[in-house]
Protein backbone atom coordinates (compact mmCIF):
# COMPACT_ATOMS: atom_id res chain seq x y z
CA UNK A 1 0.00 0.00 0.00
CA UNK A 2 2.66 2.50 0.78
CA UNK A 3 4.35 1.68 -2.05
CA UNK A 4 1.29 2.53 -4.42
CA UNK A 5 1.24 6.16 -2.42
CA UNK A 6 4.42 7.10 -3.45
CA UNK A 7 3.85 6.27 -7.07
CA UNK A 8 0.74 8.82 -6.73
CA UNK A 9 3.08 11.88 -4.73
CA UNK A 10 2.81 14.60 -7.68
CA UNK A 11 3.87 17.08 -5.12
CA UNK A 12 7.05 17.42 -6.34
CA UNK A 13 6.57 17.68 -10.46
CA UNK A 14 3.51 20.63 -9.91
CA UNK A 15 6.33 22.47 -7.65
CA UNK A 16 9.00 22.10 -10.81
CA UNK A 17 6.42 22.74 -13.80
CA UNK A 18 5.31 26.05 -11.89
CA UNK A 19 9.00 26.80 -11.17
CA UNK A 20 9.72 25.89 -14.86
CA UNK A 21 6.43 28.43 -16.47
CA UNK A 22 6.97 31.02 -13.87
CA UNK A 23 9.43 33.19 -15.35
CA UNK A 24 7.49 33.47 -19.09
CA UNK A 25 4.68 33.93 -17.21
CA UNK A 26 6.27 37.20 -15.22
CA UNK A 27 7.55 38.07 -19.00
CA UNK A 28 4.53 38.09 -20.75
CA UNK A 29 2.99 39.93 -17.82
CA UNK A 30 5.84 42.71 -17.51
CA UNK A 31 5.94 43.02 -21.52
CA UNK A 32 2.00 43.38 -21.12
CA UNK A 33 2.71 46.26 -18.53
CA UNK A 34 5.47 48.23 -20.63
CA UNK A 35 3.61 48.06 -24.08
CA UNK A 36 0.45 49.38 -22.72
CA UNK A 37 1.90 52.26 -20.68
CA UNK A 38 4.01 52.82 -23.82
CA UNK A 39 0.97 53.14 -26.18
CA UNK A 40 -0.44 55.26 -23.92
CA UNK A 41 2.46 58.03 -23.89
CA UNK A 42 2.57 57.72 -27.72
CA UNK A 43 -1.27 58.07 -27.88
CA UNK A 44 -0.84 61.25 -25.86
CA UNK A 45 2.31 62.55 -27.73
CA UNK A 46 0.37 62.33 -30.77
CA UNK A 47 -2.55 64.17 -29.74
CA UNK A 48 -0.18 66.97 -28.14
CA UNK A 49 1.37 67.53 -31.29
CA UNK A 50 -2.07 67.50 -33.33
CA UNK A 51 -2.97 70.15 -30.08
CA UNK A 52 0.45 72.09 -30.74
CA UNK A 53 -0.05 72.44 -34.48
CA UNK A 54 -3.86 73.50 -34.46
CA UNK A 55 -2.72 76.40 -31.95
CA UNK A 56 0.29 77.28 -34.46
CA UNK A 57 -2.19 77.26 -37.45
CA UNK A 58 -4.78 79.44 -34.98
CA UNK A 59 -2.93 81.69 -33.07
CA UNK A 60 0.47 82.15 -35.08
CA UNK A 61 2.87 81.76 -31.96
CA UNK A 62 5.48 79.23 -31.29
CA UNK A 63 5.01 79.94 -27.60
CA UNK A 64 1.58 79.85 -27.24
CA UNK A 65 1.47 76.24 -29.59
CA UNK A 66 4.66 74.63 -27.37
CA UNK A 67 2.10 75.72 -24.38
CA UNK A 68 -0.67 74.02 -25.64
CA UNK A 69 1.40 70.89 -26.89
CA UNK A 70 2.48 70.96 -23.38
CA UNK A 71 -0.73 71.07 -21.52
CA UNK A 72 -2.59 68.72 -24.00
CA UNK A 73 -0.71 65.57 -22.70
CA UNK A 74 -1.01 66.04 -18.47
CA UNK A 75 -0.95 62.00 -17.99
CA UNK A 76 2.52 61.97 -19.56
CA UNK A 77 5.40 62.52 -16.77
CA UNK A 78 7.34 64.09 -16.32
CA UNK A 79 6.17 66.50 -18.97
CA UNK A 80 7.16 67.88 -22.07
CA UNK A 81 9.37 70.39 -22.10
CA UNK A 82 9.27 73.16 -24.93
CA UNK A 83 13.02 71.71 -26.11
CA UNK A 84 11.20 68.34 -27.39
CA UNK A 85 8.61 70.28 -29.02
CA UNK A 86 10.17 71.40 -33.01
CA UNK A 87 7.55 73.43 -35.10
CA UNK A 88 8.04 74.34 -38.84
CA UNK A 89 7.72 76.25 -40.27
CA UNK A 90 9.02 78.90 -36.86
CA UNK A 91 8.15 81.67 -36.51
CA UNK A 92 5.32 82.55 -38.57
CA UNK A 93 2.69 80.49 -40.64
CA UNK A 94 1.31 81.81 -43.73
CA UNK A 95 -2.02 81.72 -45.32
CA UNK A 96 -1.63 78.22 -47.30
CA UNK A 97 1.14 76.75 -45.41
CA UNK A 98 1.16 73.45 -43.23
CA UNK A 99 2.65 73.91 -39.97
CA UNK A 100 4.21 70.57 -38.54
CA UNK A 101 4.90 70.15 -35.00
CA UNK A 102 7.06 67.00 -33.78
CA UNK A 103 7.25 65.97 -30.07
CA UNK A 104 10.22 63.91 -29.10
CA UNK A 105 10.10 62.62 -25.77
CA UNK A 106 12.46 59.75 -23.86
CA UNK A 107 10.30 57.30 -21.82
CA UNK A 108 11.60 56.17 -18.50
CA UNK A 109 10.86 52.11 -18.76
CA UNK A 110 9.45 50.12 -15.57
CA UNK A 111 11.39 47.08 -15.21
CA UNK A 112 14.97 47.98 -17.22
CA UNK A 113 14.33 44.70 -19.05
CA UNK A 114 13.97 45.81 -21.92
CA UNK A 115 16.31 48.76 -21.89
CA UNK A 116 16.86 51.93 -19.42
CA UNK A 117 14.43 54.35 -22.04
CA UNK A 118 13.07 54.45 -25.51
CA UNK A 119 12.49 57.37 -27.39
CA UNK A 120 9.11 57.99 -29.05
CA UNK A 121 7.98 60.77 -31.12
CA UNK A 122 4.08 62.31 -31.91
CA UNK A 123 3.76 64.13 -34.97
CA UNK A 124 0.98 66.53 -35.81
CA UNK A 125 0.59 68.20 -39.27
CA UNK A 126 -2.23 71.68 -39.89
CA UNK A 127 -2.59 74.16 -42.72
CA UNK A 128 -2.25 77.49 -41.68
CA UNK A 129 -5.41 79.85 -41.76
CA UNK A 130 -5.60 82.66 -43.41
Known sequence: MLRLRRL???GGAAALEFALVLPVLLLLVFG?????????????????AREGARVMAIEKSPAVARAAASAAAPSVTPAITGAQIAITPSP?????????????????LMTGWFGPNLTLSGTGAMRCGG
Open 92 to 108: TCAAGDTVHVRITYDVA
Open 8 to 10: RDD
Open 32 to 48: LMEFSRLYNVQISLTNA
